[in-house]
């Protein structure tokens, strides 16, 4: 035997002596390992498909409840939202929240609509860019039937300049204050409105409108 293939047995046996301590000391550790990588990646294939089913259940039960509401039908549409919030998942429950709300002003009861969208907007739990909306649908209903007070109270501090909301917030001020009597807060309101580049271009318009209005009336001077 050469000294080269000596040498070459002698690593080999060196190299499968290594190997074999090695798997007595870490293999039973690298099995537990990979039955613990097919268990979590079996797991979370699980959860994604449960997650993806009651999302996909939620949202047939919404769309149902949608159907009743526009079929004339306010009753079991509230019913349908109410199942739906108290069972639904992800984000159905805050949704049927919010449109049971609509259907309670569509049958007539502000009141109950306010209320209902007050307490969307106090729920902690709920993410803030939808408590939020709720302040300005429960102020856009107290234009008509509320207080200027009463509208300032939930969207005055969503007119700051870096309030992604602060067009509608500043609008529903603005037509509160000009029902009211206060032109000069409404004209300034609307001015707003309608110099911000930030603001959507139907808001502009709008304010623009009103802007023209309430200088035409002369009731701003």
């Known amino acids: 035997m050469s000294d080269d293939s000596f040498i ?37 294939v699980g959860y994604e498909y449960w997650a993806e089913r009651q999302a996909s259940h939620s949202g047939d ?11 004339g039908k306010p009753d079991d549409a509230l019913a349908a939202l109410k199942t739906l919030e108290q069972d639904g998942y ?8 919010m449109r049971a709300a609509t259907v309670l002003i569509d049958k007539g009861d502000v009141d109950g609509a306010v209320k209902e969208f007050d307490a969307v907007a106090a729920d902690s739990a709920i993410p803030s860019i939808m408590r939020d909306i709720a302040r300005l649908r429960a102020a856009y209903i107290l234009v008509d039937h509320g207080s200027y007070a009463d ?27 000009w029902k009211e009597g206060k032109a000069a807060d409404a004209l300034k309101l ?21 802007s023209e209005l309430i200088r035409g009336s002369g009731a701003a001077s």
């Open 61 to 71: 039960e919404f769309l149902q409840a949608l159907t009743l509401a526009n079929s």
């Open 190 to 210: 609307f001015n707003q409105i309608s110099s911000d580049d930030g603001a959507p271009r139907n808001a502009r318009e709008r304010a623009t409108m009103m």
């Open 151 to 177: 509208v300032a109270k939930r969207v005055e501090d969503l007119t700051a300049d870096t309030n992604p909301l602060r067009s509608s917030a500043r609008e529903a001020l603005g037509l509160s204050a």
């Open 8 to 44: 070459r047995e002698v690593n080999e046996e060196i190299r499968q002596e290594r190997a074999r301590l090695i798997w007595e000391r870490f293999g039973p550790i690298a099995i537990v390992a990979a039955i613990l990588v097919v268990l979590g990646t079996a797991a979370f």
């Open 90 to 97: 992800g984000a159905y429950p805050v949704l049927a929240r």
